[in-house]
């Protein structure tokens, strides 16, 4: 079974810029789980999706980060405009359901604003 | 709001080591725990999931015990080796089946030669 899968691995870009950041879940995964990792803490959930559905997008600073899942499948999260702050590990999980109680990770991305 | 800590934050051991790495939470109504290892640049591994009607998990050398009435869970690990270093996290699930994950800030764990 293959695992969930991100991309780019590595991302550099100045402060002021864009970027963007893919996810695709395990498949037949309804619930996808977008976090950010700042370095020496553990990771903060950013933004829940149950299909193409939002659940939580509590803590998504949404004047300059968003996220889709168009097709409840594949997602992808956006930074505009990136802040120094926003340099960290984005990591995305999948899980078969809320009430699965267990979580699969990606790689994440990591991310550097200069 | 529930908050999760982790105690300590690093620990160097000798290889061969027995040691236990602490978990504490704020508020004991939690779906289950998780507990998690990160290697350096790398994503989550997930070690041991403890259903919140469970008492402990094992794996090989690992265990994990779970106390909700105290907020508390263990990881211990038995005759540490070189490859076990790596940061554990734990983290809990909240009550009410959301799937939300709250995780503390880990413990980075090196095991010498």
Redesign the interface.
Known sequence: EAG?A?SPRYKIIEKRQSVAFWCNPISGHA?L?WYQQIL??????LI?FQNNGV??DSQLPKDRFSAERLKGVDSTLKIQPAKLEDSAVY?C?S?P????????????T?LTVT | KQE?TQIPAALSVPEGENLVLNCSFTDSAI??L?W?RQDP??????LL?I?SSQREQTSGRLNASLDKSSGRSTLYIAASQPGDSATY?C?V?GSG??????????TTLQVKP
């Open positions: 969930v991100q619930t789980y020496g803490q553990g990771p903060k959930l829940q659940v939580d990591l999980a899980s359901s809320p009430a699965s109680g267990e979580q699969y990770f990606g790689p994440g990591r | 999760v779906y289950n998780q998690f640049g790398k994503g989550l591994t997930s999931l259903q996290l983290a699930y089946n959301t799937g939300k994950l709250i995780f503390g800030q880990g």
